[in-house]
């Protein structure tokens, strides 16, 4: 691909073969464009492969965390606090339906949110009889690193938890190695992205997983405009009313995904087992490969899905030396967060940014990583680093 023309190696790309090619081939010939039997098989594949009861297929991971906080009756009056190093869209959804965010400062180590952070701001936010109704927890680069204990505060202080899993499509809970994410029993729901970058790729797309009957029946409806044909729900239908009838209850969107990309999700899907193996065998493999060079290296975990592979340097002059210099090589790598109370959207509302986050972003860069990474990139992405920072 982009690697081989070039000879650049990406920070991350897709993974696309002739099956898949094939299959969205195959979805254009078929009846159904949009949210047909491709949408459903993909659901389908995806609750079973989660182990969540339901699954909602959406236009893309914004759209499934808006519905998905909607659907867990966020609105005007509601505060959701979120974690600060994570891509926008996590602290947006909450703001498309007038909720006030937070920021729960995160682990400098890991980017995750840091549990006994969280049970000092709910502490005082209970003092202060200002709780959060809900929280964003995000698996960033795929890890859920303490997620048991901040599910655990969660139904403490009762506040409702939410995953913005778009890393995690293809995790496990690192306390629990047999569940899935997407099944934990103590959240309301999970929200995965399929951007190309993501484990598997619809060119746009996302999915919310949920345990809950309820909540995947209000999703159904937000994703289509808050319209219903369910019987049971219809309240005015007239004697001469057909099968036409339909009714608006909520306000929702046209958040549907189509076919053709629900058929590449599904082709997707039959590999998602070789793709975590494969960015688990490179994470392994880095974590050799780096063992003697000048650099913090992320924890190893065999139930992280690797999204990313996130390293941090002693400082950020350290850092933009390592950006600059291995971009310099054809080596491309990316910064995975600039903390969300800095932009200046969330600056104006009044937030910034702790201090765990600050240091987070000033020292973390993530390295290439992706399925077909070969070993000869990965080496050469040891060797660059070896020569600008001078390791061994
Ligand atoms: C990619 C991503 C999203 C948004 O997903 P899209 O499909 O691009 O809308 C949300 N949260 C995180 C953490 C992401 O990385």
Same mark, same amino acid.
């Given at each position: 691909?982009?690697?081989?023309?070039?000879?650049?190696?990406?920070?991350?790309?897709?993974?696309? !073969?002739?099956?898949?090619?094939?299959?969205?081939?195959?979805?254009?010939?078929?009846?159904?464009?949009?949210?047909?039997?491709?949408?459903? %098989?993909?659901?389908? %594949?995806?609750?079973?492969?989660?182990?969540?009861?339901?699954?909602? %297929?959406?236009?893309?991971?914004? %759209?499934?965390?808006?519905?998905?906080?909607?659907?867990?009756?966020?609105?005007?009056?509601?505060?959701?606090?979120?974690?600060?190093?994570?891509?926008?869209?996590?602290?947006?959804?909450? @703001?498309?339906?007038?909720? !006030?965010?937070?920021?729960?400062?995160?682990?400098? /180590?890991?980017?995750?949110?840091?549990?006994?952070?969280?049970?000092?701001?709910?502490?005082?936010?209970?003092?202060?009889?200002?709780?959060?109704?809900? $929280?964003?927890?995000?698996?960033?680069?795929?890890?859920?690193?303490?997620?048991?204990?901040?599910?655990? =505060?969660?139904?403490?202080?009762?506040?409702?938890?939410?995953?913005?899993?778009?890393?995690?499509?293809?995790?496990?809970?690192?306390?629990?190695?047999?569940? +899935?994410?997407?099944?934990?029993?103590?959240?309301? $729901?999970?929200?995965?992205?399929?951007?190309?970058? /993501?484990?598997?790729?619809?060119?746009?797309?996302?999915?919310?997983?949920?345990?809950?009957?309820?909540?995947? +029946?209000?999703?159904?409806? $937000?994703?289509?405009?808050?319209?219903?044909?369910?019987?049971?729900?219809?309240?005015?239908?007239?004697? &001469?009313?057909?099968?036409?009838?339909?009714?608006?209850?909520?306000?929702?969107?046209?958040? @549907?995904?189509? !076919?053709?990309?629900?058929?590449?999700?599904?082709?997707?899907?039959? @590999?998602?087992?070789?793709?975590?193996?494969? #960015?688990?065998?490179?994470?392994?493999?880095?974590?050799?490969? =780096?063992? !003697? =060079?000048?650099?913090?290296?992320?924890?190893? *975990?065999?139930? *992280?899905?690797?999204?990313?592979?996130?390293?941090?340097? +002693?400082?950020?002059?350290?850092? #933009?030396?390592?950006?600059?210099?291995?971009?310099? #090589?054809?080596?491309?790598?990316?910064?995975?967060?600039?903390?969300?109370?800095?932009?200046?959207?969330? #600056?104006?509302?009044?937030?910034?940014?702790?201090?765990?986050?600050?240091?987070?972003? &000033?020292?973390?860069?993530?390295?290439?990583?992706?399925? @077909?990474?070969?070993?000869?990139?990965? &080496?050469?992405?040891?060797?660059?680093?070896?020569?600008? =920072?001078?390791?061994?």
């Amino acid at each position: 691909m982009r690697d081989d023309v070039t000879n650049r190696i990406p920070y991350s790309c897709q993974t696309i !073969d002739d099956s898949d090619v094939a299959a969205v081939v195959a979805a254009m010939g078929a009846d159904f464009l949009t949210q047909g039997p491709s949408t459903r %098989a993909f659901e389908d %594949a995806a609750a079973k492969w989660t182990g969540a009861r339901h699954a909602i %297929a959406v236009a893309n991971g914004t %759209a499934a965390l808006h519905i998905g906080l909607q659907a867990l009756d966020v609105g005007p009056d509601s505060l959701v606090w979120t974690s600060p190093i994570s891509f926008v869209a996590s602290a947006n959804a909450a @703001r498309f339906l007038g909720a !006030d965010v937070g920021f729960v400062d995160v682990d400098p /180590k890991s980017g995750l949110i840091d549990p006994n952070t969280l049970e000092e701001q709910l502490a005082k936010a209970q003092a202060q009889d200002r709780l959060p109704d809900a $929280l964003v927890a995000v698996h960033l680069a795929g890890h859920t690193t303490g997620f048991d204990k901040i599910a655990n =505060l969660c139904d403490k202080y009762g506040v409702t938890l939410i995953e913005d899993a778009a890393h995690a499509f293809g995790a496990a809970y690192e306390d629990h190695p047999e569940i +899935k994410v997407g099944a934990h029993p103590q959240s309301a $729901l999970a929200t995965f992205s399929f951007h190309p970058l /993501k484990s598997i790729t619809t060119g746009e797309g996302g999915m919310i997983v949920t345990n809950s009957h309820e909540t995947a +029946k209000r999703l159904a409806e $937000l994703r289509s405009h808050g319209i219903t044909k369910d019987p049971a729900r219809l309240s005015v239908a007239r004697p &001469d009313d057909g099968a036409w009838y339909y009714e608006q209850h909520t306000l929702g969107f046209n958040y @549907r995904i189509c !076919d053709i990309q629900a058929a590449l999700g599904v082709s997707q899907m039959a @590999r998602l087992d070789d793709f975590m193996a494969a #960015r688990r065998d490179r994470a392994r493999r880095y974590e050799e490969l =780096l063992k !003697d =060079l000048p650099l913090e290296r992320p924890k190893p *975990s065999e139930t *992280s899905s690797w999204h990313l592979y996130a390293v941090r340097l +002693k400082d950020t002059a350290t850092r #933009r030396a390592l950006y600059d210099g291995l971009n310099a #090589r054809g080596i491309e790598t990316q910064v995975h967060y600039i903390p969300i109370p800095s932009q200046p959207f969330y #600056r104006y509302l009044g937030h910034s940014p702790g201090p765990g986050a600050d240091r987070y972003y &000033d020292t973390c860069l993530s390295l290439p990583i992706y399925p @077909r990474m070969s070993d000869a990139d990965q &080496d050469r992405v040891r060797d660059a680093i070896g020569d600008i =920072l001078g390791g061994v």
